[in-house]
């Protein structure tokens, strides 16, 4: 799978790191119209009604950043089984930490034997990312799309009725079976 490029990327909010304070600063984002389409796209449902996010943007042991907030959106996705439009409702939390590339932050998940130690319960990796911003909205636009139901169904959807053939038409004939007919002297 490719990693789509930064120009790709439907909805961005560049953060530069630089300018981030040792106070928390509270940002709000919210996706316009073109920004909603070219997600529907991306995520390839039928329509992004409204995506809205909340973080609060921070410095992280001196040279990483911390962003942390609350997604809010509404999709409209097509029914598995009718492919009737199904509105949801997405509300998240997320938290991602971004460190310089080769920081000596990035390489704390790894052990003494260089294996990286994943904990599921834990916190997700830091990310790393080169130049002096990072793109907390690529961020937001990451938590609604792991949010998405896959398999959305409408309610009271139901497959039609399916027959199982016991494939009793699809068997070969033995080749003994015309010596059954035979009958001994």
Not at 53 to 69: I, Q
């Amino acid at each position: 799978m490719t990693k789509p490029n930064k120009d790709d990327v439907p909805f961005s909010y560049p953060v530069k790191v630089g300018h981030i304070s040792a106070n928390p600063v509270e940002v709000h984002v919210e996706a316009d119209a073109e920004e909603r389409a070219g997600l529907a796209r991306l995520w390839r449902i039928l329509e992004v009604k409204s995506l809205k996010a909340t973080m609060t943007v921070s410095r992280w042991k001196r040279d990483g950043v911390r962003v942390k907030g609350h997604v809010s959106a509404a999709i409209v996705q097509a029914c598995v089984v009718t492919l009737d439009p199904v509105e949801a409702a997405i509300e998240e939390d997320f938290e991602q930490i971004f460190v310089p590339e080769g920081s000596k932050l990035a390489r704390l998940m790894t052990g003494d034997s260089g294996e990286m130690v994943l904990d599921p319960e834990g916190p997700d990796m830091p990310e790393s990312f080169a130049g002096d911003s990072i793109d907390a909205g690529e961020t937001v636009a990451e938590c609604v799309a792991l949010a998405i139901d896959p398999y959305p169904r409408k309610p009271n959807a139901e497959f039609a009725a399916h027959i199982e053939d016991d494939g009793e038409k699809d068997r070969k004939p033995s080749p003994f079976a015309v010596l059954k007919d035979w009958k001994k002297d």
